[in-house]
């Protein structure tokens, strides 16, 4: 329970009981508005349906924007322009809800701010950051973005015409060069892995000293297993799942690389690839080039569908060249499923080794390896591996777990801040019930 009740701006995307980032977000509101804080949520969109969860709860208040961007308008039939007018749409409804932020501060003011999401949200006054603490809590970062779709330019150019790569380019280094500018209104930065945190100190010069680090959370009894599949043996042939957009910094190349690998070793896997490309990103074309004996494309699945895939899969594996967390990991756990990634997948830090093994990206052969590794721990003794996985998950990304430790840091945060400015301390109160 938190030392007292804080009064949070909340600014990102709407939250929705599923996969991704808006699942993320529902996970935090849900879990700090329960610790008692009380959050005024701004959303860009004009009209979306809250979850119940959110919608219901008496800490949480919701102020919706003036976006009506919708899909198959003639500024959105494909999936450039709707990538482009989309970010534009929510840019300028945004900026609208800056009066709102300012005039609910003036009727009972904030303790801090808390941008959630992206890093250059145009709907934080400015002025405000002055005196109320600016929290960011970005997923991930354009110059991570734009620096693997420089490296990938290649792969990138054999999958979409000349003018698109232009074009994201341009909007990449662009928002790199706002978001290096942007990040500096911050007072605290949450990353959601220590590599990211690294490559935002890196690339945004960012203080070291204004971060902390903590994951994102997981809705664990939405991928839990039955206590009698804990025991489950691996699969004839295993299953190594590899979930995720076919996009550009996804290893998909990798994964390519590593299915003939396996085949030529003829080692007993069988690869599945679900997921479908970004609005800004396609690398589909390249899935021509698996080999059909052990590999299999099956595209986009609704969000429902995840849960079931993960039950029926052995192994997950992640290639990511930049990945500031990868939820998949933390899902892949929470069912029960041990990993391979590589080491700039944020999840995988800190996970027990014995469930969770993690290479330089781009080293097939050590992929290989570390796929007959699990594959032998996993043939030893499934039920140890399995109970680890979700023991893991649960120690990491329970939403209790997160929003604890992220509340903690605000209360630290809004502290300092009145010691700072000479404000007398309030006193320790009980936090409002959920």
Known sequence: MPGRSLHIAWLGPDPVEGPGVPGVAAELLHGLAGLGHRIDCFYPAAEEQLPPAIEQHPNITATRGTNRWQWDRWYSRTRFTAFATGMLAAAFASLRLRRQIVRRHRQDPYDVIYQFSTIESPAVPSALTRTVPLVIHPETHSAGELRSLIAERALSLRCQPRWRFAMVLSVMLTRSLVQRFRIRRATLLVCIS?????????????????????????????????????????????????????????????????????????????????????????????????????????????????????????????????????????????????????????????????????????????????????????????????????????????????????????????????????????????????
């Not at 599949?229 to 190349?253: F, I």
Request: negative net charge; aromatic residues 4%; proline residues 8%.
């Open 194 to 434: 220590a590599v990211f945190r690294d490559h935002m100190v890196r690339d945004y010069s960012f203080p070291a000293s204004k971060t902390i680090v903590v994951p994102n959370p997981v809705r664990l009894e939405r991928f839990a297993a039955p206590a009698g599949e804990l025991s489950r043996p691996a699969g004839h042939p295993p299953v190594m799942l590899v979930l995720g957009r076919v996009v550009v910094r996804k290893g998909v190349e990798s994964v390519i690389a590593l299915a003939h690998t396996l085949l030529e070793r003829g080692a007993a896997v069988r690869i599945r690839i679900v997921g479908g490309p970004s609005l800004w990103s396609d690398y589909t074309r390249l899935l021509e080039d698996l080999p059909r004996e052990n590999a299999e494309y099956v595209g986009k699945l609704p969000g429902p569908e995840i849960p079931g895939e993960l039950a029926a899969a052995d192994l997950l594996l992640q290639a990511s060249r930049y990945e500031p967390f990868g939820l998949t990991v933390a899902e892949a756990l929470a069912a029960g499923v041990p990993v391979l990634g590589t080491t700039e997948v944020g999840a995988l830090e800190g996970v027990d080794r014995s469930v969770a093994i993690a290479v330089a990206p781009g080293d097939v052969e050590a992929m290989a390896g570390a796929v007959e590794e699990l594959l032998a721990r996993l043939a030893a003794n499934p039920a140890a591996v399995r109970s680890t996985a979700c023991a893991e998950a649960r120690r990491l990304f329970a939403p209790e777990v997160v929003c604890a430790q992220i509340s903690t840091a605000l209360e630290r945060l809004v502290d300092g801040a009145a010691r700072a400015s000479g404000e007398p301390q309030p006193m320790a109160t009980a936090a409002r019930p959920s």
